[in-house]
């Protein structure tokens, strides 16, 4: 009996405290979103987010995997601009733009975004892609990581996005 209740006690101290940063946060007004990019290393300036902080996001977007493919056809997995990786990566971002617009965010919404490419030497042209696709807007954190090969034949790069708003 005695084990019970201390384990009830447990129990609810572990619900009170657990709720203790939520309550200070309210009573204090800080639940307002909050983004913020960090670099510390003079080279990443300009180039990518070292680190995104996201404080209170109201929503969080996940976009797996976005390349060229075209996502029209009924039967998906059709690639477009074969053999072209600047062309595939073009089509890509302005895939996820047109993705993330149907959850209301835009690029400037985005925290982090991993690019997978299928050769290395494309990692300029990556770059200058999605510099591109930002459009002025601050690079959020990054990472490229070179595979063997895509799931789809002829696909040369696919993207993951994480991002987030207010709302």
């Not at 019970?4 to 657990?18: H, Q, R, W």
């Not at 998906?76 to 959850?103: E, S």
């Amino acid at each position: 009996m005695t084990k019970t209740i201390t384990l009830a006690v447990m129990a609810l101290l572990s619900i009170a405290i657990l709720g203790i940063p939520a309550m200070a946060q309210s009573q204090t007004g800080d639940t307002a979103y909050e983004k913020k990019n960090y670099n510390y290393a003079e080279w990443a300036k300009g180039r990518f987010s070292e680190v995104v902080t996201v404080r209170n996001p109201g929503k969080i977007i996940y976009l797996g995997g976005v390349g060229a493919e075209d996502e029209t056809g009924a039967q998906g997995g059709v690639i477009r601009h074969l053999g072209d990786f600047g062309a595939q990566c073009r089509y890509a971002w302005d895939k996820i733009k047109r993705l993330l617009a149907k959850h209301g965010a835009t690029v400037e919404n985005i925290d982090k975004v991993v690019t997978y490419m299928t050769d290395v030497r494309d990692f300029s042209e990556a770059g200058k892609c999605q510099t591109e696709a930002f459009a002025g807007a601050t690079q959020p954190a990054g990472t490229v990581v070179v595979v063997s090969a895509l799931v789809w034949p002829g696909m040369l790069l696919e993207v993951d996005v994480t991002a987030s708003t207010a709302k």
